[in-house]
């Protein structure tokens, strides 16, 4: 079974100041597993809970530049169905941008195969690519966040884009995040980058989201043969 995104990031996120986010994620009943990613920037250094539908999300891991360009990754198995409230918290008040996706076919054991991360620091010419090893049923999620707003950014990998979310912006600065991009390969490895159009401090989070294995069975019939007790 492959995975497959299950929403369009149709309003599934928002952008602020503050110290936390707050925004409305409506789950397919079809959908196994959920992401949320969010960027918070200077004066921040920690992005500590994500909750769904008041379930605290799990956190997948997070990275941090010198100048407190905070991108962090959660997630969910079995989210509740419906349109549900998803609330990120950080330690301290920044601008910020978080978005979240649903998505099916997951495996519900081991959904990601752990945290793929790069990051830097006013890069000069701002790069990033992250290579996973992965299947043909799998699928990446990338989550890039930067510190200065107007800038474009745009992939620099060359494989199927099966999703791209929306790019969400704070402001002039300190935060822009774009979100969301599923990549499918059939090589045994894929690559998923961005480019950014100026030098800049950015945050590169990416997992491989590995698919459910198709239940193999059988159909097993025997015949029994009838045994006459004879009675005298």
């Known amino acids: 079974m492959a995975v497959a995104v299950v929403d369009d990031d149709s309003g599934h996120g928002t952008t602020g100041n503050g110290a936390s986010a707050t925004w409305t994620h409506l789950n397919d009943s079809s959908a196994d597993y959920l992401v949320a990613g969010g960027v918070w920037g200077s004066g921040t250094t920690s992005i500590d809970t994500c909750t769904y539908n008041a379930i605290s999300m799990t956190r997948i891991g997070s990275q941090v530049t010198q100048q407190s360009v905070v991108v962090t990754l959660f997630e969910k198995t079995d989210p509740s169905a419906g349109s549900n409230d998803v609330v990120m918290t950080a330690d301290a008040s920044s601008r910020f941008a978080v978005a979240s996706a649903g998505f099916t076919g997951v495996d519900g054991t081991t959904p990601q195969d752990g945290l793929n991360s790069s990051n830097a620091q006013n890069d000069a010419d701002p790069e990033s690519d ?23 950014l745009s992939e620099n990998a ?59 069975g059988s159909l097993i019939w025997a015949r029994h043969d009838m045994n006459t007790l004879l009675l005298r």
């Open 130 to 152: 992250l290579t996973f090893s992965t299947s043909d049923d799998d699928m990446m999620f990338t989550f890039f966040g930067h510190q200065h707003g107007g800038l474009t």
């Open 158 to 216: 060359s494989q199927q884009t099966e999703y791209q979310g929306s790019p969400r912006s704070s402001g002039a600065s300190p935060a822009h995040v774009q979100q969301g991009n599923g990549y499918r390969d059939t090589t045994g490895s894929a690559t998923v980058g961005w480019d950014l159009s100026a030098s800049n401090h950015w945050v590169h989070l990416a997992i491989n989201i590995n698919a459910a294995e198709a239940v193999a």
